[in-house]
């Protein structure tokens, strides 16, 4: 079974500031998909970036970026000039590409603070 | 941008009880999702839907838990006799199929917050 690890259960950055968050993941298959979700204080889960494990190139969105590496099994999130509304849980999730509708598996999710 | 519902946002029971949480999926996703999130906890998936019949559950989708397509919209969740330990937020998520990495990318509505008591 695919498991996903965030190992900062917490992290905080400066507005304006960069901040990277951590994801390693175990998974036997090599077709895969690698999300991260953005979960407010609302609670709503916010697609923040995807990323396709057949790809090399690291998925970007405005100020979201990733570093994906494959033989590693690690895929971080960057938050460049970060803002207030950044804060926020975020959780990273794995998918199989086996079928249409393979469940996501999460990790246990980083609470980012936004220090103004 | 279409988007997932969810109804009640909030829900609180009686422990015993029976609860519907209902959903109304992206218009034309074909696969539905339910996860819970216990407070505190990360997000667990509990069955997934497709062709009006359940493809996936998890080991949490008890007999207490049942999934259905009323309409050619609604996607619901009973629990059929709630207890204290599923006071948790249920988020249903759809899909809109498969070929590719937009269309197996899972959308999230709001979210129900139910408390059983």
């Known amino acids: 079974a695919q498991t996903v690890t965030q190992s900062q259960p917490e992290m905080s950055v400066q507005e304006a500031e960069t901040v990277t968050l951590s994801c390693t993941y175990d998974?036997?298959?090599?077709?895969?998909?690698l999300f991260w979700y953005k979960q407010p204080p609302s609670r709503q889960m916010i697609l923040v970036i995807r990323q396709e494990a057949y790809k090399q190139q690291n998925a970007t969105e405005n100020r979201f970026s990733v570093n994906f590496q494959k033989a590693a099994k690690s895929f971080s999130l960057k938050i460049s000039d970060s803002q207030l509304g950044d804060a926020a849980m975020y959780f990273c999730?794995?998918?199989?590409?086996?079928?249409?509708?393979?469940?996501?598996?999460f990790g246990k999710g980083t609470r980012l603070s936004v220090i103004a | 941008e279409p988007e997932v519902t969810q109804t009640p946002s909030h829900q609180v029971t009686q422990m015993g009880q029976e609860v519907i949480l209902r959903c109304v999926p992206i218009?034309?996703?074909?696969?539905f999702y339910w996860y819970r999130q216990i407070l505190g906890q990360k997000v667990e998936f509990l069955v997934s839907f497709y062709n009006n019949e359940i493809s996936e559950k998890s080991e949490i989708f008890d007999d207490q838990f049942s999934v259905e397509r009323p309409d050619g919209s609604n996607f619901t969740l009973k629990i059929r006799s709630t207890k204290l330990e599923d006071s948790a937020m249920y988020f249903c998520?759809?899909?809109?199929?498969?070929?590719?990495?937009?269309?197996?990318?899972?959308?999230f509505g709001p979210g129900t917050r139910l408390l059983v008591l």
């Open positions: 998974t036997s298959e090599s077709d895969y998909y």
């Open positions: 218009s034309n996703h074909l696969y």
């Open positions: 999730a794995y998918r199989s590409q086996n079928s249409g509708n393979t469940p996501l598996v």
């Open positions: 998520a759809s899909s809109a199929g498969t070929g590719g990495p937009l269309q197996e990318t899972q959308y």
